[in-house]
């Protein structure tokens, strides 16, 4: 048993973080056997490559401004662990951690010992999210899938509502080296008489999701993106107009606004299925707060420092198209980029050399993390350079900054979460 946060963090690090055995056999029987708490909650379920945080975010926010308690489930933290689990923007307490790992840690060694197989570190938290949400009584929590949907831990929800950001190349090893496979696996998520939200447009993989919720039981809802009207950045994010309203979010980008359609469109829906009015003021008030850390984050406005957690090819994409807006300002962008080693980050780093003025390849300290130099290595030399202390990189830039030129920090979530903490420490962000 735990009396400290650390230890209980110290016993989970005991346990792999996913299984290479793609079955929900354990999670299931742990749920059992604390009496079925994900089945008493009203949940909202969200998957895809990119973007699912983002969704969160926003449907948070949209149910907050409704007079609603909710909870999320994220992952991976960039402040701390507690972030993974919270209530109305309020991150889950040490000693509640601390009680919630003690109420399933007599579970987890029951259902290790009977099925003789390790709990992942990924069951056993969303395990005492369910618990916690639940003792907590909160109105609504919205899940989002750690990796995959089919096998994951959160899908035994049965929510109100699916929804699916879009299919990239991401985490192919487990997921499969094409994006109907990894779409097969988002798809996963749909059960019967559940509708199934989603802003992909992939034909293909569109073929996908139609061929599964027929067989399951599910009805496809495609969004339609050209419910988003006008729209344009601002001086704190974007602004665009949906159903007559003039509406704004506090994050920068246009692919942020297909995140806000889901977010609006499963919104509308779990209100309509739940029988509620929904007014103006909720939608305007709740996105106008949906701040969101590590994406496309303005951190700093003097020096002008933007961090975003891009760690896919996919992503990239997305960030580079979003940092054309700042050239077209007259901005010169200096780029700081940590990857993992598992990435396949040649492609990712052509893209940032395309808008960078200069290139800074660096690391940090985390097993899977990859050298500076091995970054370094994949590119054709052309402005970049390396240096593996991301802290020495940080002071220079930041200190020798001009005025028409912005720092752009990205890669690895693990890698912002380092960043944003350095940043404060020395009272930037």
Known sequence: MFTTKEEFLEWLANHSKFSMKLHLTRIKRACELLGNPELKLKTLHIAGTNGKGSTVNYLNHLLMASGFRVGIYISPYIICF??????NNEYISDADLVLYANKIYEIVNQVEQELNDDMTEFEIVTLLSYLYFYEKQVDYVIYEVGLGGRYDATNLIIPIAGGITNISYDHMNVLGDTLEKIGYEKIGIAKPNIPIFTTETNESVLKVFQDYCAKVGSKLIICNHKEIINPEYS???????????KLSIPMLGYHQLKNVLLALKMYEYAMNHDKIIIKDEYIYNGLKNAKWIGRLEVICKKPLIIIDGSHN????????????HFLTEGYKINTVFAALKDKDTKPMLELLQSISTELILTSFNFY???????????????????????????????????????LLVTGSLYFISNVISFLKSIDIA
């Open 235 to 245: 001086d704190e994010g974007m602004k665009f107009t949906y159903k007559n309203l």
């Open 368 to 406: 899977r993390a990859n050298t500076a130099k091995n970054l370094y290595e994949q590119t054709n030399k052309e402005n970049v350079s390396y240096d593996e202390d991301y802290e020495h990189v940080l002071k220079a830039k930041i200190n020798s900054i001009k005025d028409d030129e912005l």
């Open 313 to 324: 090819i996919d992503g990239v994409k997305t960030l580079v198209e979003a940092m054309k």
């Open 82 to 87: 507690n972030e993974r689990i919270q209530i």
